[in-house]
């Protein structure tokens, strides 16, 4: 069973830069896909980034608009969301999330094991 904790969240201006990391335990973080979804206060959950086992593959979301780069090095079972940009409009908690497949998958819901979550607050 793999267990994640998200890290690298905190409070940037508009215009800044974060990279949040996601560190997996357990021996299987190979054969995971691994993606970042996000939800703010009073709104949906929604999918931001997902990256293949291989990280041959990866999807954004729209919003993105080539803001945000997702990475991992399964060496050190970790997976990294670096956001350049930040918008106020990013503000959310950022969960690090792992599918049981080598594909990654748009869709949140096809995630089986969720990080408890890192705050991402983009104001001025």
């Known amino acids: 069973q793999v267990q994640l904790v998200e890290s690298g969240g905190g409070l940037v201006q508009p215009g800044g830069s974060l990279r949040l990391s996601c560190v997996a335990s357990?021996?299987?973080?190979?054969?995971?896909?691994m993606g970042w979804i996000r939800q703010a206060p009073g709104k949906a959950r929604e999918f931001v980034s997902a990256?293949?086992?291989?990280?041959?593959?990866?999807y954004y979301a729209d919003f993105v608009e080539g803001r945000f780069t997702i990475s991992r090095v399964n060496g050190k079972k970790t997976v990294y969301l670096q956001m350049n940009r930040l918008r106020p409009e990013d503000t959310a908690v950022y969960y690090c999330?792992?599918?049981?497949?080598?594909?990654?998958?748009?869709?949140?819901?096809?995630?089986?094991?969720w990080g408890q979550g890192t705050q991402v607050t983009v104001s001025s």
């Open positions: 999330a792992a599918r049981r497949d080598i594909n990654a998958s748009p869709y949140d819901y096809e995630y089986d094991i």
């Open positions: 357990g021996r299987t973080f190979i054969n995971y896909a």
């Open positions: 990256i293949s086992w291989s990280g041959d593959s990866t």
